[in-house]
């Protein structure tokens, strides 16, 4: 599956990952990125970097671009509201007094129209519920087919969910997510919901596909080996092994050689056998947000 822009053009199979940075941190990092040709930036509600992003949007006519050039993808989540915020309080929890005085469709609601005032934009280029909420992921997921269908929203989509969330989200509406955003890495394969979203039409995006790298939760080799090979770092390896795979990656860094470096993957591609060289290290290891504190899962 290809994304497109709100001028139909097919956007670079990567984007960047925004995580924790926020405001003038956050707002030179986009606008730098959006230089080197970075067009998708993720981010989510409870990041509070949504506003950073706003600026950077109501800057890019020194560029040449405009908000209909970038691809803007952000999260509804079960955070606390900002103090300033209409709603205030824990969503998308049986326990929680507010979700007895809301439904998740007033949250959903609420909660956009704040990304839309934080980002400086009329619409959402793609919206994910960031983790399958337990009793509340139907119905969150039916009132983002809504804002999908009135035109507030341009994609829809998931993160963190395994196939049997989707399929109760096929079953309930009828509707796929055309977007998963999962936890990926040679250490970590997920061939399994890979193939899933792949039979369905639904892409699956990659956070933090560097982190296990940066953390020397690796092996160097075969990764070593097939960098020296084509002249390219071990990251821009593990980022090309993501796009060959039909994933689409959001690495993140604020500095501009590392943006520069991780934008620099498409004047080589790996081979079917270099790819399952590197998924050979797969050990089905699992970032701990999702395995241990996600709810849902």
Request: a negative charge; charged letters at 25%; proline letters at 4%.
């Amino acid at each position: 599956m290809k994304l497109t822009n709100k001028k139909g053009v097919e956007i670079p199979m990567i984007g960047l990952g925004t995580f924790p940075f926020q405001g003038r941190v956050m707002a030179d990092m986009v606008f730098n990125a959006s230089k080197i040709g970075y067009r998708l930036f993720d981010t989510a509600d409870d990041y509070r970097g949504e506003f950073g992003i706003g600026l950077a949007v109501s800057e890019l006519g020194s560029l040449g671009l405009t908000r209909e050039d970038l691809f803007l993808q952000t999260k509804i989540s079960d955070n606390n509201a900002h103090a300033d915020e209409p709603l205030i309080g824990v969503y998308f929890n049986e326990k929680s007094m507010f979700m007895k005085r809301h439904t998740a469709a007033e949250v959903v609601r609420e909660k956009v129209s704040i990304s839309l005032r934080e980002m400086r934009t009329n619409y959402i280029d793609s919206l994910l519920i960031h983790y399958p909420y337990p009793a509340y992921y139907i119905d969150i997921w039916k009132e983002m087919i809504k804002l999908k269908e009135e035109g507030i929203v341009r994609y829809i989509g998931v993160s963190n969910f395994h196939e049997r969330h989707i399929e109760n989200l096929i079953h309930e509406t009828g509707v796929c997510p055309e977007i998963n955003e999962v936890y990926v890495s040679p250490i970590g394969t997920k061939q399994g919901i890979i193939d899933y979203c792949n039979e369905h039409n639904c892409l699956i995006m990659t956070y933090s596909p560097l982190m296990d790298l940066a953390s020397d939760r690796i092996p160097l080799e075969p990764l070593k080996t097939i960098a020296t090979k084509y002249s390219k770092s071990i990251a821009q390896i593990m980022l090309r092994w993501n796009v060959e795979r039909g994933c689409l990656p959001l690495p993140k860094s604020k500095k501009t050689n590392r943006l520069v470096e991780n934008f620099q993957i498409w004047d080589f591609e790996i081979t079917k056998e270099e790819v399952e060289e590197i998924s050979a290290l797969n050990k089905d290891y699992q970032y701990i947000v999702e395995s241990k504190t996600c709810p849902g899962i």
